[in-house]
């Protein structure tokens, strides 16, 4: 093809925006770091957008034709809280439902970047729900988990209109969507969490069948020894997304850490990261977490010396061989614990 294929942010949401902080951060702009997140997150939050446009145009060239989107329905009273829903043009009775939480650092990313991607899924014969959710610095955790549960009781109350089957339940997520969404995950499984967070489950364990991670966060303690070795970047977004400079010293942000708060009940898991992304540690601590509680999970991981070195977010890139292999994954994952008919 003539056209290069460009990931979200190129090799990676972390390091590209570690170099960009390094290279064109003025003085005030680091000062302004002792006292505030703001500039820094909103900075950051322009280098996504720029790179999830051009991800935007190379899924597209992947997405089939034959699936209708009802854009920008409302989940509810907050002004971030919309949603798009895509399915089979043909579709004419309840089908298993997808939940994709995008991803940005907690402080980017738009549900309208990954567009293709999820037409592509809706076409096997599914709902795929994208929603909106709101941003730091202006709102902070859990604001994004409590409002996917929202948008999970806005499904199910019109699920006959969307066509959605409510028993068949998929959420998944990449790089922060990913925290995300297993935080919704883990909501709906595990005993006592709700208390932890602050507000309740929307779907039951018996509905959510399946879990689908990309790249992203889920252990405070490795987030921990990130800023400790130095990444601004880590400390910008979480400082941002928790509103409180030492947010990993309140033992308020101890359920940030999902892979201390699972269970035996959590759903089975398909897990990719690539093997140059900075967060590959949390993926292989999460999924060894996830066995030692018997839980069903799937690794999509790639040896360290595997060519061409695959960063963060390495499965939106269609026009190579891992990203073609993980959508094949992924689609047989969802075949198997959603039971959709398509082959």
């Known amino acids: 093809m003539g056209e290069q294929p460009t990931p979200l942010v190129q090799p990676s949401h972390g390091a590209l925006a570690e170099r960009m902080l390094r290279a064109v951060l003025p003085v005030a702009l680091r000062v302004s770091l002792w006292v505030s997140p703001r500039p820094a997150a909103l900075l950051v939050r322009r280098v996504f957008a720029a790179g999830g446009a051009k991800t935007a145009k190379s899924l597209d060239r992947h997405a089939p034709g034959d699936v209708i989107a009802l854009v920008d329905e409302r989940y509810g009273d907050e002004p971030d809280m919309l949603l798009d829903v895509y399915r089979p043009a ?23 970047e990954l567009a293709g991607y999820f037409k592509l899924l809706a ?17 902070h955790y859990p604001t994004p988990a409590r409002q996917m549960t929202q948008a999970l009781s806005y499904l199910m109350s019109k699920a006959d209109r969307l066509l959605i089957d409510p028993d068949r339940i998929a959420v998944a997520g990449d790089s922060a969507g990913a925290h995300i969404a297993a935080q919704v995950a883990t909501l709906a499984t595990t005993p006592g969490y709700a208390g ?33 070795a130095g990444s601004r970047f880590v400390q910008i977004v979480l400082w941002a997304y928790s509103g409180k400079r030492h947010f990993l010293d309140d033992p308020a942000a101890a359920a940030w850490s999902l892979t201390d708060n699972l269970t035996a009940s959590f759903p089975p898991t398909l897990v990719t990261v690539g093997n140059a992304d900075p967060l590959r540690p949390h993926s292989e601590l999460l999924v060894d977490k996830l066995r030692a509680h018997g839980v069903t999970v799937e690794p999509v991981f ?6 061409p070195p695959l960063g963060h977010e390495y499965q939106f890139d269609l026009d190579a061989d891992a990203g073609r292999l993980f959508l094949d994954r992924l689609r047989e994952f969802l075949r198997h614990h959603l039971g959709a008919p398509h082959p």
Do not use: M
Not at 90 to 111: D, E, R, S, T
Not at 126 to 138: E, K, M, Q, T
């Open 302 to 307: 790639y040896p360290d010396d595997h060519q």
């Open 123 to 139: 076409h096997d014969d599914y709902v795929v729900v994208a929603p909106r959710y709101s941003l730091a610095p202006d709102h």
């Open 196 to 228: 932890a967070v602050g507000f309740n489950p929307t779907i039951t364990s018996a509905q959510l069948r399946g879990v689908v991670l990309a790249c992203g966060p889920y252990d405070l303690g490795l987030a921990r020894e990130s800023i400790e």
């Open 90 to 112: 043909a579709a004419n009775a309840p089908l298993p439902l997808v939940l994709w939480v995008h991803g940005g650092g907690f402080v980017g990313g738009a549900k309208e």
